[in-house]
Nanobody
């Protein structure tokens, strides 16, 4: 059974930083592509950043230069370092793991709230 557990969300002032973590179990993590998505109230879920099994990274334009995605295959973990947070970054952040065959797994989400 695949399980993704996210942590690290919370309340932070604009300009501050948070680091999200996601630990996976029950999946061959090192050969999976992983990503972070977010969903604000009333909005569709959108991809924030992704890192392939080969280590290539991709970022949405609205987070480039502020967020950094990384992975530690030895710990089956993916991280999202979020700096210079903006009020518009407020959302529930979800960890996504895509295994071979394009099968997607999702975490339960972690709330990030940025205040002025």
């Amino acid at each position: 059974q695949v399980q993704l557990v996210e942590s690290g969300g919370g309340l932070v002032q604009a300009g501050g930083s948070l680091r999200l973590s996601c630990v996976a179990s029950g999946i061959w993590f090192s050969i999976s592509d992983v990503a972070w998505y977010r969903q604000a109230p009333g909005e569709p879920r959108e991809q924030v950043a992704a890192i392939t099994r080969g280590g290539n990274t991709y970022y949405a334009e609205f987070v480039k230069g502020r967020f950094t995605i990384s992975r530690d295959n030895a710990k089956n973990a993916v991280y999202l370092q979020m700096n210079r947070l903006e009020i518009e970054d407020t959302a529930v952040y979800y960890c996504n793991v895509r295994r071979l065959g394009n099968i997607d797994y999702w975490g339960q989400g972690t709330q990030v709230t940025v205040s002025s």
